[in-house]
């Protein structure tokens, strides 16, 4: 996010507003993303993530430093993963994949709400600072959002879109792809930070928030 912005040139009041969207995102929507993992969990009969105290809103019992840093960086990041035992529900891998999928589905009911608030406020006169920063921030904000959930999904170790591979290839695969976990997250890393997979995801980012914006903003207009 920050490298973008400042690619973009530098205009005091959108780098602000992004810069706050971005620490907003990580002390109040990713603890979402991840109390919404553990919410789902307990829901499905695994009682681990909220005995280990990670069922909260308390972003420093979620908060990853290297994963924030990249929110801030570069728009896509991570928490530190829910504690989760597939054992204790009726079907672990219906049950994983369910439980994956709530924190970028969460990502996304936050983006909607972002863009509702976007649009409302463009409905104030534009000549009015706070309204310019106040739109550029739940612009970001949303963005931020739909990106999480994008990155989230990517059918990787140890993103939410692994645990949703489960349930389309043999377990044997599986668990052998589990395998190269640690090499696989760098070369992810490495490729966000060259802009090799930046760039798609950025893209997708963009293509669901001007859908997403389309839709919420109809009445608006």
């Known amino acids: 996010m920050l490298f973008d912005l400042l690619r973009g040139g530098f205009d005091p009041v959108t780098l602000i507003a992004g810069l706050f969207a971005s620490v907003f995102v990580v002390?109040?929507?990713?603890?979402?993303?991840?109390?919404?993992?553990?919410f789902v969990a307990y829901k499905l009969g695994d009682?681990?993530?909220?005995?280990?105290?990670?069922?909260?809103?308390?972003?420093?019992k979620h908060i990853d430093p290297i994963g924030a840093l990249m929110?801030?960086?570069?728009?896509?990041?991570?928490?530190?993963?829910v504690?989760?035992?597939?054992?204790?529900?009726?079907?672990?891998?219906?049950?994983?994949?369910?439980?994956?999928l709530a924190g970028p589905v969460a990502n996304l009911l936050m983006a909607m709400l972002f863009i509702l608030f976007k649009n409302i406020v463009g409905l104030l006169p534009s000549t009015s600072l706070l309204?310019?920063?106040?739109?550029?921030f739940f612009t970001y904000a949303a963005m931020i959002n739909i990106g999480l959930a994008v990155?989230?999904?990517i059918p990787v170790p140890p993103l939410d879109g692994s645990r949703v591979l489960q349930l389309l290839i043999p377990a044997k695969y599986y668990y052998k792809f589990l395998q190269y976990e640690r090499y696989?997250?760098?070369?992810?890393?490495?490729?966000?930070?060259?802009g090799v997979l930046s760039r798609p995801l950025a893209e997708a980012e963009v293509w669901l928030f001007e859908k997403m914006d389309y839709i919420i903003g109809y009445p608006f207009r």
Not at 71 to 81: E, H, N, Q, R, T
């Open 83 to 100: 504690p989760v035992n597939p054992r204790n529900f009726k079907k672990p891998k219906v049950g994983m994949a369910l439980t994956a």
């Open 151 to 153: 990155f989230n999904l």
């Open 184 to 194: 696989i997250v760098l070369v992810v890393f490495l490729l966000l930070f060259l």
């Open 131 to 136: 309204a310019v920063a106040l739109y550029l």
């Open 27 to 38: 002390f109040c929507t990713m603890p979402v993303h991840e109390c919404a993992h553990a």
């Open 47 to 60: 009682k681990t993530a909220r005995l280990a105290g990670r069922m909260t809103l308390n972003p420093m």
């Open 71 to 81: 929110i801030i960086l570069v728009g896509f990041g991570y928490a530190k993963p």
